[in-house]
């Protein structure tokens, strides 16, 4: 028998046989807008003072060159998936949404509670959630946007009419503690997101995302799985922290950063005036004024938190979100942009209409 022969009854079985479940619900894609935005961190400050005590740094080097003045740390026996859980039942709060009517988790993070389960998994028993399916990505600093757009499809093809999507990490337990290069740059905290079709908003517009395996090395954590598992040999060689070229990242940033940017304008076909607010990742105030300077973005168009909480990594635009619609700066109708870049590389750009 060829295989043409195998093939064809197969091929005239399954045309016959198989709906495809979609095209029942119309098949049309909607808008995903954001019905509610929610965060968390932990009460611990960790200020730039207390760093001095820590590495040979100063408070006026930590702040020229970064504009972090304090970051927030988890508590012991406070982890990724309770931070997680926290802000996400605060964004299902604001979102008027109930745990049973959530139908997919997401959770960008890359310092889970532990390799598996996933901490999706263990937010959806931490908020109440039905049996629904929940999952991890990981792609870093970028993780949220990724997120969104991978929540998104879901909403626009209408498989769910609720999907949480949250940014969580505990980056202080992967800094070396003694490394100054590192240790002043990051901290803990969680943001979520409900996304959730809307009429009265077109909401996430368009993601541009982006990755460049080519530069991993830029931003590791080099021990821990498949490559380099626990040793006695790899933890004493400090392995199993964040390890970073600061230089080469700064300049991969600005320039993902900004190309993403304006992709996403690009394709809406707006202009940077247009955006009310840009949120950009939380990594270093110089980063996030190169880039609103290429954009030529006005001072006033750039949130900018890190002060409070330095990079916290795949929750740093959703907690910068949330401060954003908390504090007023946002309202419904209003263009905004996001903006990120994390290890892998990875980049993002996304244009929600609030
Ligand atoms: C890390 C970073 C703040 C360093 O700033 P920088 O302007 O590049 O710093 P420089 O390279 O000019 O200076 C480095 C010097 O400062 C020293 N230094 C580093 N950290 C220090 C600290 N916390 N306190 C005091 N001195 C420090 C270094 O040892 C080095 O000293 P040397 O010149 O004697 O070797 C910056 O490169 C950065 O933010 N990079 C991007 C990091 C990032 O955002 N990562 C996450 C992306 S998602």
């Not at 959770?107 to 598996?116: E, G, K, S």
């Not at 909403?155 to 992967?174: D, F, M």
Request: charged letters at 20%; one cysteine or more.
């Amino acid at each position: 028998m060829t295989t043409t022969q195998l093939e064809k009854p197969v091929a005239a079985r399954a045309v016959k046989t198989v709906k495809n479940p979609r095209v029942k619900s119309g098949f049309h894609p909607r808008t995903c807008a954001i019905a509610g935005v929610g965060a968390y961190v932990p009460e611990r400050v960790l200020t730039n003072a207390d760093l001095e005590k820590m590495v040979e740094t100063s408070n006026e080097w930590i702040t020229t060159r970064t504009g972090i003045e304090e970051r927030r740390i988890a508590r012991e026996g406070e982890f990724t998936s309770d931070m997680a859980a926290k802000a996400a039942l605060r964004a299902m709060k604001a979102a008027n949404v109930k745990p049973e009517e959530i139908e997919l988790i997401i959770v960008a993070t890359i310092t889970p509670d532990m390799l598996f389960p996933s901490p999706a998994c263990l937010v959806q028993q931490k908020i109440g959630a039905r049996r629904v399916p929940a999952f991890d990505i990981e792609a870093a600093c970028s993780g949220f946007i990724f997120g969104l757009e991978i929540g998104q499809q879901f909403i626009a093809s209408h498989t769910y009419n609720t999907v949480l999507v949250i940014g969580a990490e505990k980056l202080s337990s992967i800094i070396d503690w003694k490394d100054r290069n590192t240790c002043v740059l990051f901290g803990d905290g969680a943001g979520a997101a409900i996304l959730q079709s809307r009429s009265d908003t077109h909401g996430l517009l368009t993601a541009c995302m982006g990755a460049d395996g080519s530069k991993a090395e830029l931003l590791s954590m080099p021990a821990g799985g498949s490559r380099q598992p626990a040793t006695a040999e790899s933890v004493s060689k400090g392995l199993h922290y964040l390890r970073m070229d600061g230089k080469e990242t700064f300049k991969s940033a600005v320039n993902a950063m900004y190309s993403a940017a304006q992709e996403a304008l690009r394709r809406c076909e707006i202009d940077i005036s247009q955006i009310k607010l840009i949120i950009p990742h939380q990594a270093n105030r110089r980063i996030i004024d190169a880039v609103g300077e290429r954009l030529g973005a006005t001072q006033d168009q750039l949130f900018v938190n890190l002060h409070k909480y330095g990079n916290t990594s795949a929750a740093s635009v959703a907690i910068a979100l949330d401060e954003a619609v908390q504090s007023g700066r946002i309202q419904r109708g209003d263009l905004i942009l996001l903006v990120v870049f994390g290890a892998g590389l990875t980049w993002g750009a996304a244009v929600i209409q609030w």
